[in-house]
């Protein structure tokens, strides 16, 4: 690879974990700070991240406006596909009965599992419909903020 083409990634890569982070999602970089967090009572949506250009346009939008809404996770967490490896590993291994998909979202409640929204629920889809499919999970699992 050239050496244009690394500054270039390294780019996208620091403008996804930037968007991601603005919008209120802690980065997990550790198995250990997968632990952690996944060890906590309450909601948590875990967002995969991913450079994956179509889908992963959708889902950062869908991650950052699905939040605004009357009932929300108690914790928003984001692990990096490709990037952090030992943390998406240790993440995706609490995600039983799904295989690794990114971009992706988890929902869990108390460490254990609710439900995904797979990639192939987000790429081809329009960030409102993966927004509406959320908040739709949201309503169902999580308490009014």
């Known amino acids: ?49 991913s450079v994956c250009g179509c889908a992963g346009g959708i889902a950062r939008p869908a991650a950052t406006h699905s939040v605004h809404y009357d009932k929300r996770p108690d914790r928003l967490v984001t692990v990096f596909a490709g990037q952090d490896k030992e943390a998406t ?35 081809g889809h329009d960030p409102m419909s993966v927004i509406t499919h959320l908040q739709g999970l949201f309503e169902v699992h999580c308490e009014e903020v």
């Not at 968007?19 to 875990?46: C, H, M, N, W």
């Not at 108390?110 to 790429?123: A, F, K, N, Q």
Request: no cysteine.
């Open 1 to 49: 690879m050239s050496m244009d083409f690394n500054i270039f990634m390294n780019d996208v890569v620091r403008q996804a974990r930037e968007e991601i982070e603005a919008a209120g999602y802690e980065q997990l970089r550790t198995p250990e700070e997968v632990d952690s967090v996944f060890s906590e009572k309450g909601t948590t949506l875990v967002m995969i991240n």
């Open 89 to 123: 590993a240790k993440a995706r291994s609490y995600f039983t009965g799904y295989p690794p998909s990114s971009p992706s979202f988890a929902l869990l409640k108390d460490g254990e599992l609710v439900t995904m929204v797979e990639r192939h629920e987000i790429e």
